[in-house]
């Protein structure tokens, strides 16, 4: 079957630095999306992967592994407007998205 | 404006009743989806079109039907709700930049369902 694991949730110190990892097993892939959701809002993208290493943008950077089956996002110098969930999501063999349930990631002063 | 719109926002029904979410989107993309989201689970694929005549099932579609009206709007029908269909709805639309497709997001839609 297809899966995504991703923690559930997470909580890290305003201006600190936080990675969320994410898991999939998707049958074939074509690349891996970070999509944030603030608390009632419509998730919205962050990033897009297909080739294996690092994309940074901003305080936000992809990384993906294919070989390993494993992404992680990078936060830096962590905002309080940074308190959200963050969606791992695969796009597998038939172009479909995969979708983890998502990681809430909780920001304390 | 709000490029994807979603209506109604909220609404309460209850079980046995038929109804109809809609979504409207300005961004000029042939493809639309329909996802639920449950507490602890992922976004579930109802249904996806790729353009007016195109419609498809995706994960869940059991319980739900749709209609693709035009290119801007995608609406979604439970026939006869129940309640485990009680879940925020998200239409979403997508274009393709290169390699990337991405999907951009309405602003949900909250169903009770008694």
């Known amino acids: 079957g297809q899966n995504i694991d991703q923690p559930t949730e997470m909580t890290a110190t305003e201006g600190a630095i936080v990675q969320i990892n994410c898991t999939y097993q998707?049958?074939?892939?074509?690349?891996l999306f970070w999509y944030q959701q603030h608390a009632g809002e419509a998730p919205t993208f962050l990033s897009y992967n297909v080739l294996d290493g690092l994309e940074e943008k901003g305080r936000f950077s992809s990384f993906l592994s294919r070989s390993k089956g494993y992404s992680y996002l990078l936060l830096k110098e962590l905002q309080m407007k940074d308190s959200a969930s963050y969606l791992c999501?695969?796009?597998?063999?038939?172009?479909?998205?995969?979708w983890g349930a998502g990681t809430k990631l909780i920001i304390k002063p | 404006d709000a490029d994807v719109t979603q209506t109604p926002r909220n609404r309460i029904t209850k079980t046995g009743k038929r109804i109809m979410l809609e979504c409207s989107q300005t961004k000029g993309h042939d493809r639309m989806y329909w996802y639920r989201q449950d507490p602890g689970l992922g976004l579930r694929l109802i249904y996806y079109?790729?353009?007016?005549?195109?419609?498809n099932k995706g994960e869940i579609s059991d319980g739900y039907s749709v209609s693709r009206q035009a290119q801007a709007k995608f609406s979604l029908s439970l026939e006869s709700a129940i309640p485990n269909q009680t879940a925020l709805y998200f239409c979403a639309t997508s274009d393709q930049t290169g390699d990337v497709e991405t999907q951009y997001f309405g602003p949900g839609t909250r169903l009770l369902v008694l």
């Open positions: 999501a695969a796009l597998d063999s038939n172009y479909q998205l995969i």
């Open positions: 079109s790729f353009d007016v005549k195109d419609i």
């Open positions: 998707t049958s074939g892939f074509n690349g």
